[in-house]
Antibody, heavy 123, light 110 residues
Framework: QLQLVESGGGVVQPGRSLRLSCVAS????????MHWVRQAPGKGLEWVAS????????YYAASAKGRFVISRDYSKNTVFVQMNSLRPEDTAVYYCARDFRYNVSPRGGMDVWGQGTPVTVSS | QSVLTQPPSASGTPGQRVTISCSGS????????VYWYQQLPGTAPKLLIYDNDQRPSGVPDRFSASKSGTSASLAISGLRSEDEADYYCEAWDDSLFVMLFGGGTKLTVL
């Protein structure tokens, strides 16, 4: 069945880096754009970054631009987000999600979600 | 502060119909599709509505949505206790090239 499994979360000090992974299964990974969305404790959803199905187009929220890098490995059916210079305000559960449409650049809509991986940035 | 504006809370009694609004601008809701998500406590979000008013398979027809100009709304009819959740609207912004979420609406079934 369609599945996304995130990993890589944990506790990290401010200024350090962390790389999150999301392994996809049950669908043709190379045909779908992928997204990272986060949710701070008790807060709403916040889009972080997206990557197109072919990896050519990448989009970032203002809060992530310049610090986070989204990428994908087709051989491993995995999407990553490398998070650098982490701040306490990056503390959140990070969800990986599949774009609703296939073979197009992301334009909104996520139909498959992972269970999330928690990231805590604290000294 | 979210660019898409939703009321923070909504409520209704079982069987009632409730609506949740989502207000944006010409560069997002006004020119792109709107999506709605339901997030039950402690779980990942679930796609409830796509392309403004379409329901994925498995979503009950008690859930409906519409869009007009730069605003959208989600309606839930025949309210049930299991509908108690957070609801989010989402749209792509064609001028900023970013994805936007509303701040979320917490629905309480009284």
């Amino acid at each position: 069945q369609l599945q996304l499994v995130e990993s890589g979360g944990g506790v990290v000090q401010p200024g350090r880096s962390l790389r999150l992974s999301c392994v996809a299964s049950g669908f043709t990974f190379s045909s779908y754009g992928m997204h990272w969305v986060r949710q701070a404790p008790g807060k709403g959803l916040e889009w972080v970054a997206s990557i197109s199905y072919d990896g050519y187009n990448k989009y970032y929220a203002a809060s992530a631009k310049g610090r986070f890098v989204i990428s994908r490995d087709y051989s491993k059916n995995t999407v990553f987000v490398q998070m650098n210079s982490l701040r306490p305000e990056d503390t959140a559960v990070y969800y990986c999600a599949r774009d609703f449409r296939y073979n197009v650049s992301p334009r909104g809509g996520m139909d498959v979600w992972g269970q999330g991986t928690p990231v805590t940035v604290s000294s | 502060q979210s660019v898409l504006t939703q009321p923070p809370s909504a409520s209704g009694t079982p069987g009632q119909r409730v609506t949740i609004s989502c207000s944006g601008s010409s560069s997002n809701i006004g020119s792109t599709y709107v999506y709605w998500y339901q997030q039950l406590p402690g779980t990942a979000p679930k796609l409830l509505i796509y392309d403004n008013d379409q329901r994925p398979s498995g979503v009950p027809d008690r859930f409906s949505a519409s869009k007009s100009g730069t605003s959208a709304s989600l309606a839930i009819s025949g309210l049930r206790s299991e509908d108690e959740a957070d609801y989010y609207c989402e749209a792509w912004d064609d001028s900023l090239f970013v994805m936007l979420f509303g701040g979320g609406t917490k629905l309480t079934v009284l």
